[in-house]
């Protein structure tokens, strides 16, 4: 019998939806917002799928909120090996992983963002395989599968021998705390295996060089675009905040700011106020620099929930052309909790690349039904 580590980090993700950028050392606060855990949930859609492709796997795990719970919902065998505390650290991360390397597991599965890869980082080095299962906000390492479900099917591919060997890649981290401040401050931290496959493996992120003039020409064409007296929610990133710099405005640089009419109205707004006025909203949306996602890395805020009240017409996509040349092709994806919304988004869409210009390019949203092609069955 092949064994699988699970590591789940429960509080992952949490802070995205109410604009804290991030959930570390601020769990308490995300609380108090009125943040939910969203981890448990992909991990189980992670579990299912390979469940459905490796049944005889056995998990070995942490107690009940680090993956226990996750593994009996999904249906496969289970051995914990440890407690934890509640709620969950950093130690309890590494310690789980270090048991796991002591008890031989074939992979190690964690769930969480680049917070929980420093954590096994730190305990596995390049000593045990191991693939990360996106849950987090920013995700800027290459350590994490596309999907919760292309996760599944990667790990049933390396667990029943079909997969061709692993690869290092990269481990990096952000600084919450400056983050917060504004200040993007990425750094290399090391390398890790992962089981090599491409097609389900998302990219480092990575930022456009020397396209300054493109994106405020770019700027310039979105505050045109706008509606008079529209209400727009400016999303992350540099190219979105040109979009601010065009009309003098700070920007939030992971987080979405309100404006109407070049005016500010509110700044780093959560999930609840794009809620609030999601039936007249407007949407400025930028992909991340070389993962090419759309939705679903360090914009949260914007959730099945508000994206359901908000027709396609009024989400307008944003890209410099070196941004989209730098994806070789590759659909633009989606990532989020909700495969009906998800699926309403996908298709050729129209991404706004400058004054007078625009481009027709594929949104796709990887599924396990996506992922099928890659020869597991």
């Not at 490796?54 to 680090?66: E, F, G, N, S, W």
């Not at 596995?124 to 906000?137: M, S």
């Not at 309100?258 to 407007?282: F, M, N, P, S, T």
Request: net charge neutral; proline share 6%.
């Amino acid at each position: 019998m092949r064994r699988a580590g699970l590591i789940v980090n429960p509080a992952a993700g949490m802070g995205g939806s109410v604009a804290l950028k991030g959930t570390d050392g601020v769990y308490h606060e995300a609380r108090r917002r009125g943040a939910r855990p969203t981890a448990p949930a992909r991990a189980v859609r992670t579990l299912r799928t390979l469940r459905s492709l490796a049944p005889d796997v056995l998990v070995l795990t942490c107690a009940r909120p680090m993956g226990q719970d996750e593994v009996s919902t999904a249906g496969l065998a289970v051995e914990a090996l440890l407690p934890v505390g509640d709620p969950t650290t950093a130690q309890d991360t590494r310690r789980a992983a270090t048991a796991m390397i002591e008890r031989g597991v074939d992979l190690l599965l964690f769930v969480g963002g680049d917070g929980t890869a420093t954590d096994v980082h730190t305990a596995v080095d390049q000593r045990l395989p191991v693939l990360g299962i996106p849950a987090g906000v920013k995700m800027h390492s290459a350590v994490f599968a596309q999907t919760p479900e292309a996760a599944g099917m990667l790990a049933a591919r390396h667990l029943t021998g079909r997969t061709t060997g692993l690869d290092h890649r990269e481990v990096m981290d952000v600084d919450e705390e400056l983050l917060r401040t504004g200040v993007l401050a990425p750094r290399l931290l090391g390398y890790l295996e992962v089981p090599r496959d491409g097609a389900l493996l998302q990219q480092p992120k990575r930022r456009a060089s020397n396209v300054d003039g493109e994106r405020r020409a770019l700027g310039r064409a979105v505050a045109a675009e706008l509606a008079p007296g529209a209400l727009v929610a400016v999303g992350p990133g540099t190219t979105a905040g040109a979009v601010m710099e065009t009309f003098g405005l700070d920007h939030t640089l992971l987080g979405f700011d309100l404006i109407r009419d070049g005016r500010l109205v509110a700044a780093d707004v959560q999930e609840r106020d794009l809620l609030a006025h999601a039936d007249e909203l407007h949407v400025v949306l930028a992909p991340t620099g070389g993962q090419g996602f759309l939705l679903g890395r360090g914009n949260q805020q914007l959730s099945p929930a508000v994206l359901r009240r908000i027709p396609q017409q009024r989400i307008l996509i944003v890209a410099v052309l070196e941004r989209l040349a730098s994806l070789q092709g590759q659909p633009l994806l989606i990532d989020v909790d909700d495969p009906e919304v998800a699926g309403a988004l996908c298709g050729m869409r129209r991404i706004l690349t400058g004054p007078g210009r625009a481009a027709v390019y594929p949104v796709e949203a990887p599924s396990l039904a996506s992922v099928k092609s890659c020869g597991m069955r």
